[in-house]
Every structure is written in C-alpha cells, then in structure tokens.
C-alpha cells in the first residue's frame, strides 16, 4: 500500500487489514526496521526523510474520509462576499469544491486543481497567481507567481503543507512551495491551516507559517492513545492557536462548528480579561467521538 500510494495512514491500514492500530503500529515498526518504509506520526511513507514529497495521485488516495470532514468544516468559516485566499493541495482542493456554493466569493489562488473545483460555480470570482506549473501537485510557483501576490489583501488563507509541529508550525518539502506559500500569507489577515492527523508531529524541510502566524487549525479527531498528537495539538493551543477538529463519519449537515470558551485566559492576559484561543468542535449526532486532551492554554 505504501509502495502504490506513497503514504498511507495507519488507520487506513487497520481498516484494510481488519486489525487494530495497535498491531499495525508493530508491524510498521518492523518494516523500518528492514528499511522497506519510514514510520511518519499517525503512518509510515516510503524512505526519504524530510525532502522527500509524495505526488497528487498519491496523496489523493491518503486520509480521504479525513480530508472530507477537515473541508466540510473549513467551509463553515467563509461567508458570503468574501474574499479568500486558497492554497495548492488535496485538502484544500476539497474545500474549493464546497467554496463553489458560497455566492459574491473572491477566491485567490495558485492551484490549478482549486480554479477547476470552482471553474462552473455560480457567482463565484477566480483569481488566479502567474508563475510557473509545478506539475507533481498542479501548482505555479516561482517569482512570477509571488510578484502575481504583491499588494493583495484577503480576509484569510487556507493553506495545507507535508507536515505541522508547534515548535516550527507548517511545512513543506519543496522549496518553491514553501516561498509561495509564504506570500500567499502575507496576503491574509488570518491563516487558517487544514491538516489532517498524520501531518501532526511532522516535520518537513522548508518552513512556510510559524506557528504564531497561525490563527486556527481544521484537522481530524486522532486515534485513540495517539499521545503523539494529543500533545502536539495541546501544543499548538498553548500557543494560540484556535483549534477546530472535524468529526470523521458524521454527514456534511452534522458537522456544525461550536465556539466553546477557554476556561483559562490566554498567556499573558490580566486575569478576568479576554478568553484565550477558541476550541472548535464539530458535533454530531450519535454517540461521541473519542476526545482529544482539553486544549485550553495551560498556565505558565
């Protein structure tokens, strides 16, 4: 699986062997130890450390059900008549296809593959960047493309990367990614990162947002006992960052956002002032999704 998608999640794998996560995790760990395949957070890819970078039709095939529910919930957080700014990636090409509903929306991007989500959608605005096709993920990139970004100002940025940490935010295995990447936030009042659970943890080679740059983050609910990403996204909301976590299974219509205060202000805040980050839940009906920790900013 790994060899024919490039990357596989191991919930993907328990679902397709019919075997828990758990003796997929020891397999896993066993194949790296052969060096037919490296262990990534909540996966494993094929060996080639932080430069290596699936292609489109390989990350096409990876956490879809999980991309769903980031997209369905992303989604929620465009109104009408604005105007966004879109990244290149699958995540984010799911979104661009719930975008195509939302009426007097301006939507900037680099992304060939997010132009044609949105090519035939009714009173939808396409600004596309120059630059040059960067073909394994249908992107332009290059001077041209961030030159294409000078003096533009949207509302906020959708972005997607290889990988999110806290102590280095989001990032990429390519270089020209990366930079425009970074131009296109330099647009955007607020950056808004979709990242599914296998990115958490991550690292990649090339920054593109710091994590204090980043405003919220949409991803899914992760395994159970997945301490890795519990702590990773305790991490983040330590840092400000609002976290949104999408529920993986519910029907589109389910997956409202709930804004839920922090019980403790945010670092630096005099007590009694402004509640700190916003954690948003998607709810759904049915029975309640594994939780992750309590994202509320701990006390310094």
């Not at 879809?64 to 989604?75: N, P, S």
């Not at 960067?134 to 961030?146: I, K, M, T």
Request: hydrophobic share 40%.
């Amino acid at each position: 699986m790994v060899r024919a998608n490039g990357a596989v999640s191991l919930r993907e794998l328990a679902r397709v062997v019919q075997t828990s996560e758990v003796t997929v995790r020891r397999d896993v760990r066993a194949l790296e130890a052969e060096g037919l395949l490296d262990r990534r957070h909540g996966g494993a890819v094929l060996p080639g450390g932080f430069t290596r970078e699936s292609g489109f039709p390989q990350k096409s095939h990876l956490a879809t059900a999980e991309k769903t529910a980031i997209a369905d919930l992303a989604a929620g957080l465009v109104s009408e008549g604005e105007a966004v700014v879109v990244g290149a990636g699958t995540t984010t090409q799911e979104l661009a296809r719930r975008l195509a509903r939302v009426p007097g929306l301006t939507v900037v991007t680099n992304s060939l593959l997010v132009a044609q989500a949105l090519a035939h959608a009714n009173r939808v605005e396409v600004v596309m960047t120059g630059g040059t096709l960067r073909g394994s993920n249908y992107a332009l990139v290059g001077s041209g493309a961030e030159q294409s970004l000078q003096g533009l100002r949207v509302s906020r940025a959708f972005l997607s990367g290889s990988g999110l940490t806290a102590e280095r935010g989001l990032s990429t295995s390519n270089m020209l990614s990366a930079s425009v990447d970074r131009a296109l936030v330099q647009a955007a009042g607020e950056v808004v990162v979709l990242a599914d659970h296998t990115k958490l943890g991550t690292d990649t080679m090339f920054q593109t947002v710091p994590t204090d740059v980043i405003t919220r983050l949409v991803t899914d609910e992760p395994p159970a006992h997945d301490d890795r990403a519990e702590g990773e996204l305790q991490a983040l909301a330590d840092r400000g960052v609002q976290i949104a976590v999408a529920c993986v299974g519910a029907s589109a219509g389910e997956r409202t956002r709930q804004d839920v205060p922090m019980p403790t202000p945010r670092r630096g805040a005099p007590q009694g002032g402004p509640a700190g980050p916003t954690h948003l839940r998607s709810a759904a009906t049915g029975p309640t999704p594994p939780r992750v920790a309590d994202l509320a900013p701990r006390r310094r």
